[in-house]
């Protein structure tokens, strides 16, 4: 077996390559140290304990190779420990990057990252006011690579490799749809709120592929930080405009609506943002935002799941899968 | 003076037609009898008095002639009463129908009721399934008059003749927008919801001139009288098939479903859905449901409102109105 | 052992009558299937192992035999697995209708069926409106049969076989109590309102044996469903009265004052209400509902509870079982 | 015209009794001292205004005239004041005791306090426990007097002279008939829990004619204090037996029990119960309070509204009064 | 008359100082312009009447003269309007500013504002952390005019010119005393914390004598806009220190936990703040707050109530004066 | 082995003492009788089994000496159990209290007892009002022993022998603080207040050592008799002044406040208090208690946490732990 998809059962031997999820080291109660590991392809994980004898001499080396994220090549056996299947290594080594592509061990949006930053530097483009555009695609321009890798959240819905692109691909595309149903929105706010909502999500978890909360997403929250991120723009373009330069009066309205879609986004406090929205894109974007996790969620949560049942899926709550077949 | 948007201060001398918004028979402290009538045209609307000896020796006929929705004749003069301007009658008689043209005392959509019901009737023949189909589409002939000229609301949103419809081809918009953004959601289903999902608002209120919620509206509700629209339908075709016909197992799912997209509209209990949503479709109406009432509050609640500032707009809380102008 | 009650260690051997409670067929790692069952009679549960050998060849039979409120014939080992007692089955058949008596099976009311619906149907005939009397007693014989079995929730309170008719009842008497000690409460509404508020429970659960939440019972809910039963009554009556017939203004109050008492049941709309209590009938049916439930919750969650101690009873929280005996 | 129930418009002279609901002491911007009174008369009441020079010279005698509770004899003409009927004095005097007969002036239950009282001592003697029936028995004897003339609220429910005694005698005899249909219920906390759950509001409130809240009422409430009459009761006994006595563990499990029925009694910590109901009979005699309260606010809220209308009713909300006619 | 305490009752001639609090420019039916003034000095506050004749002609110089937080010269006649006393302009002209003195017209702090900078200043020199001292010492200096003028609060509490630092000093002297208590308190975030936790009040608010939000008030918050302002100050020293200059780890930790002590001040997301606290100084900030403003509300609320009795205070309920005298 | 902290693994033998912080007898499926017990040393901890044959013939010593507080002298083996360690009882005897020394048992203040006893009674001298300072003297002296030994919560903070003093004091030093801070503060409530809030948690709790709910806890509550033991104090003194002794008024006054800043302390409602805070000492107290009670925790869960990360701390949610280090 070199596929872990292949692994069903006890006293199977494994030899082949396993993205590094989680690593952890612990003892054991004679204080011989061990490692705990989760390999993944894809969707499928699997646990593997890595005993002392395979640390013992070269255990910087064994660090540096199990973080999250590394591949590795791997030799193991099958077990079932609590009617649950795990593996216990025989042999590992790191992988050469030409040995793997990486994209058969990471989950994917359903359209590729290239056309979805294409699709989204187009609508930078339709941005009309200066101001925004600058201000817009020049963060986007900064955060460009951690944003296409980023997932949308550590959970639930969009929590996958560049999961943040594509939910915010997905919601630009409501609120044009939106935008062109109702005149008087402006969609300069909603193209650049919905760029920038989550953006500093690419400081709020710890890495795209085995992302946790950060120090500074537990102690500020993307939200904070994706209007600062506005914030230094405007700083860095009134620097560039010369000594005490100020915004016009049109110019920091903008900003402040700019910033307001940000930190309204959750649309209630209690939801964590410290105020409410109170223009009419602030509303929109909160309410598509909505949608698209729900839909995100709802997908993935009834995926695999029984035809003409009722499924739990956190935290919408029960979902139905409608059948399929003919009566 | 013949148009109600002339009378601006005391003394003025009206001569010309209104219609009778409300009207509540009162009595002075001698115990005669007076109405207090509100008159309108287009959005102005002006408080009359008809003191009792306008009324004298014929009661019946005058009650016939005051009542919420008719037009009339008016001769009266203004004054002001605690800063407020009032008109006292002097004469006034029922007008013809061929006398005035309703169009101009009722705000409307803004757009043609015809087309919006062309529209609407458009999107009934996509749905696909026969039965959903059917359901739908009968419930619609059958309310198709009062469903074009009720309002969606009482007050805050849609809250004028034809809101209802409007509403309802708005969400429609919006409802094939997010459809055709995601393959795994059921159109029929989207349709068919939106559709149904405030249909028997024309129990719920008394008119759609002087809207109030009717008997059934506070005892019953229309979330739960739009199921039970359903209701009869199924139990109607059943029927036309013969004694003991059962629905198929598909069937039957199809209508939960539809039932069940009415029923979670409102999204959560405590917002009175007995069920909330438990498939995609039913997330969904219930979210372009937000919207569009957002969207319609926003608009209304501004129309007027100061640039440059925030205004209360109820139920939403504060809105800003943005400025227009050069810097 | 003929008697599950009397297994209480392992290795003991059992050759007697069980219900089929719950039956799960599942797979080993290596793919065979197994039962995993509950067995019950009357409060008595032993979970029971059907390994493969035991299926190998009549599968449809067993799954035919092995359905949930079946009763088999059993030879069996126990053992215990974690503490728990469990079985084997050695041997297993389907018991015939003469071999046993159900009731020895089965929790039930502790009153029999037969007298609490004679005691119902005496209530009412006791409604005074005839057309109130004739939509809640049709739709009692419609449903007389299921009403008389099924449980009146799924857990908490009166979860047994008949529950259903003996919560009903037991709120029947506090209402004909209630509406005694007031008389401005119409006794029609408390004897139609509590007979019909659960009534599609039938309809909500999956069975009376093992009930779980059926599909309209999530997508719909028993509140909507009651309501529509009584529209589906009145619908059938109008028809039988000639076409366009309609209702009297009291008839038609009569009506939606019994649909009120029903879907405002639970008080709240958080609680499941799509309407809150707008009458007092409606507000004593909820009251009396809280009480009845609670309790029976009291009940059985204190039967076996240790005296003089505070004990969890969800979801009323802790409740004291008071100390019986001297000092 | 004697009666204040005849005067309905301006210019009537008035020379009778009448009782002083509440009376203000207040200045004109001059500085001249005037009193406003309100005075009643079983259910009418009426504003009165005593100008300064009938004040002035005996201020310390119109004092102690005006107090709250007493009746006078007044003479005075009406006017209307922005459409309110109001009286100007033109004398007035203490009334003696022999002149009137308070029963006229206050509302009172439907029922004589004297069956009332009868009625609720009948079931203090169906206490089977001595300490508790020593307990209870003793606390009603030493409040006796104003528990029978209190109100059970300053508003909503039960607001009248008497109201306690006549909320708390209803209250028990629901007990009484719950406790019948439950044989697991204990009569004795039923019956001590009841009577004694609201005593203390008559130090909760400041009077029995105009109550308000009193000082230990805001500051400790009537939920604490009633369970420290409890404690007050226990102490006083203990001590009647002998230094360091104490109760026998019985006796100690059903003093907590009675106190824990009372401090419990509001069903919900946000409900004002510093503990939340942990017996069977705390939980029925909180449902029970809240029938008899809802009953006596939708009877009062209803009387004198419209039928076959909605009436808004606080606390409740909107209740309907159903019509009586013929169709 | 020359104070405005003077003003009493109707036809007092006044010719003295006051400062504007308010100015709203309006129009009687007839469309000519007036003012509605509110003119206040100290505590007292009385409404001034500028008709048409006194603007007519000088329209821009009187816009110029009547604005809030001017003091003018103005001479007027007292009346009563539905019991309320106010001012009609006989004349008015700007006063110059060594006519008054300005804190005869505002209510202000009980300790010098001098004293309060002081003291504050004194603080932040006991910030260890250079870092920390370098960011907190540079906001103070650069808005510590606006700092030492501005409210606390609109309303409830600290709500008078310099408001904000009394509020600001009275919390550091708790935090110090706090800190002192628990040594593992780290008194660099308290001191920096607090003083910045509402420094943004500056700009939240439009300005020191009639503070309303300002625009960034309500789009963004004062909570986000100080923590905005640290961000600040760290790009600017980090500019400071060459290009790509990056914080080390304890500095960068430092100014999170700085940041986080601002956020999570109003201590819940239902309160406002995005963040709750998560760090012990956080707490701290968080309840003393609460402990600074309570009281404050308290000793306004409780200033001139009468004794003995209950008060309504804003937003904390009622409140209880003691008694002060003998018995 | 002699000390449990030195049990690390199976098959290790220990001889030493062990404090028996819970002991639950249970069955074996035969019905042999054993005991689950938890030893302690200081903040170690070990269940261990006592198998029958160590029960057998002399049951009742073994209940006697196996009670929760108790030291026993024990011999046993390790082993583990689901990768748990646990201890097989070999032989056991009650300790004698010469052989040992509590202290070493028992996790305890960070300051001595006495110490913490000396300087509350300090503070209790410092309460000016003469009735008051009788009051909480009294009670403190009747239940100083307990009130010096209790823990002040079960769990969470202060749950340690002698946390319910230690709190105490902790609270008094923060009160001393605030209303120095404060000259309106009455310090004689914030004395009072504080040294009685928790006080009657000696009774709330079954005991010092291994705190549970007791009956009284559970149906009363702490906050409600804590206040009911002022109502005792009161009574005992009105008693020793002579029959029908009243306080006066400003008594009278001092002792509701006093027992309204216990009953009110935990600040609201929906936590348990059946009044909320209506004076300034009230809302203080109730701060200083969640200022004591956080820092409390934070400190506790924090303790022996990684540095530079966040640990779930209950109630508290995530907290921080700074990095101490260099960079």
């Not at 390559?17 to 140290?33: F, I, N, W």
């Not at 321009?141 to 951690?146: D, F, T």
């Not at 402006?186 to 760029?195: A, E, L």
């Not at 600062?228 to 915004?247: P, S, T």
């Amino acid at each position: 077996m070199d596929d872990l998809a292949q692994l069903t059962e006890a006293n199977q031997q494994f030899r082949g390559y396993g993205l590094v999820r989680s690593a952890r080291l612990a003892q054991t109660k004679k204080g011989d140290p061990f490692y705990n590991l989760t390999i993944a392809r894809g969707k499928t994980e699997i646990p593997v304990k890595v005993w002392s004898d395979h640390i013992h001499g070269r255990e910087d080396e064994v660090k540096q190779m199990l973080q999250e994220g590394k591949v590795i090549f791997l030799e193991g056996d099958t077990s079932t420990y609590q009617d649950q299947l795990q593996m216990t290594a025989r042999a590992f080594r790191a992988a050469e990057e030409d040995e793997y592509d990486i994209a058969e061990f990471l989950e994917t949006p359903p359209e590729p990252i290239e056309a979805l930053q294409e699709e989204l530097e187009g609508y930078l483009q339709q941005i009309t006011d200066p101001l925004l555009a600058e201000i817009v695609t020049s963060i986007y321009a900064k955060y460009k690579k951690p944003f296409s890798t980023y997932p949308a959240a550590t959970n639930n819905h969009h929590s996958f490799v560049g999961g943040l692109l594509y939910h915010t691909v997905c919601m630009l595309r409501l609120g044009m749809d939106v935008s062109t149903r109702y005149p008087a929105v402006n969609k300069d706010f909603i193209i650049g709120g919905i760029t920038l909502h989550d953006a500093s999500k690419v400081m709020e978890y710890t890495s795209h592929i085995a992302p946790a909360y950060s120090v500074p997403g537990e102690f500020i929250g993307h939200i904070s930080m994706s209007s600062m991120l506005v914030d230094r723009e405007v700083q860095r373009i009134l620097a560039g405009r010369g000594e005490n330069a100020k915004l016009t009066k049109l110019e920091q309205e903008a900003v402040y609506q700019l910033q307001h879609c940000i930190l309204s986004h959750h649309g209630r406090m209690e939801w964590g943002s410290p105020v409410e929205p109170k223009t009419l894109e602030a509303h929109i974007i909160h309410l598509i935002d909505m949608i698209d996790s729900r839909v995100n969620m709802a997908e993935r949560g009834l995926d695999g799941a029984p035809e003409g049942e009722f499924t739990k899926v956190f935290p919408l709550g029960k979902l139905y899968k409608p059948m399929s077949g003919d009566d």
